[in-house]
């Protein structure tokens, strides 16, 4: 498989991953050959990003953290809890508590795993996206950082339901009374959730805060920001860099590694950016790169103490037809590094 931009795509090829709606539902599956429609219609719906099969490179296995399985029970779940908070009716918890146990365990099990970020996002499935990815992230920062699993519990519920405060009608983060924040939105649903402990409502309170207070709700700074809160800003400030179009374009991972690391100890946590970054992979397997020996190539593989230095599959031509393929190990070439990522 290759990771393309949409703009990247000709009709004929085959979609390598299926591609789910907001409620879990399969909108295309994998395998599936695209058309001009199809292509047109994605485009449409703001996917930018997609894989697509390549004969050169079907062996390339895309390790997920979670499983797809997984991810659409979770965001059919997550989708009931938010329908009913749109119209006004309580919300159970019971459909959070089964969420998160299933993406406990699963995680746990493939915590050695670098992040990749490669589900396919469009409209209607992003804020389930990115609460998913938002939550994957803090569970791998809070392993590293060796929390209990009783606080690893608590984190990843505040992380699935962090900007639980956006599905309010009366959300509106433009606003001068910052009660109608959906940070201060999201405190006040959960605060009285007797079944939720009350630091889950304060990682939706204060996941906009910043290090050196000038964050929002209330520019609290450094200690007074909970842990859980320091953790999930993290995660949520690296999927918004790669998604989220108001801040701007869309960065690239390695891209987006640079910018944390420039906001580490002004805007987020030092040591929780630290963590964070040794469970992200800077170059996700499938992405094509431009090597600086000015050989192209596709990333195939990936180390979990360098996830800087990647292997890359090169495809040379020999005589015009024939194909020479060759992997580097970056790990091994130090020599050789990534120029550019190509879309």
Not at 143 to 166: F, S
Not at 286 to 313: D, N
Request: some cysteine; hydrophobic content about 40%; glycine content about 6%.
């Amino acid at each position: 498989m290759r990771y393309v931009h949409i703009d990247n795509v000709e009709p004929g090829e085959h979609l390598g991953r299926t591609i789910f709606s907001g409620n879990g539902a399969v909108l295309l599956s994998v395998g599936v050959q695209l058309t001009v429609y199809m292509i047109n219609t994605l485009n449409r719906i703001g996917v930018t990003m997609i894989y697509i099969k390549d004969p050169l490179f079907e062996d390339i296995d895309i390790i997920d953290i979670v499983s797809e399985e997984t991810k659409r029970a979770v965001m059919q779940r997550m989708g009931q809890t938010f329908d009913s908070i749109r119209s006004g009716k309580d919300f159970n918890t019971r459909n959070i508590n089964v969420s998160i146990d299933s993406l406990l365990d699963e995680i746990m099990k493939n915590k050695d795993v670098l992040v990749q970020l490669s589900d396919i996002r469009t409209k209607d499935n992003e804020m389930y996206v990115h609460a998913l990815n938002v939550s994957m992230m803090s569970a791998l920062i809070g392993i590293q950082m060796e929390m209990p699993m009783n606080q690893l519990r608590e984190l990843v519920i505040g992380a699935m339901l962090h900007d639980i405060g956006k599905v309010e009608l009366i959300t509106d983060d433009t606003s001068d009374d910052l009660k109608k924040h959906h940070t201060w939105r999201g405190f006040e649903l959960l605060k009285n959730k007797r079944e939720l402990s009350l630091l889950i409502a304060h990682v939706a309170f204060q996941h906009h805060e910043k290090m050196n207070g000038s964050g929002l709700p209330r520019e609290m700074q450094g200690d007074q920001i909970h842990l859980y809160a320091r953790i999930v800003a993290v995660a949520n400030t690296y999927d918004n860099l790669l998604f989220d179009l108001s801040l701007g374009r869309r960065m690239m991972p390695h891209e987006a590694c640079e910018h944390m690391m420039v906001l580490a100890g002004e805007e987020l946590d030092r040591e929780i950016v630290i963590q964070f970054l040794r469970t992200i992979s800077v170059y996700p397997t499938g992405t094509s790169v431009r090597l600086s020996s000015k050989e192209t190539g596709v990333v195939v593989g990936q180390h979990r103490g360098l996830p800087g230095r990647p292997v890359v599959r090169v495809v040379k031509s020999e005589s015009g037809t024939d194909l020479e393929v060759v992997e580097v190990d970056l790990a091994k070439h130090t020599t050789v590094f990534i120029d550019s990522v190509l879309q």
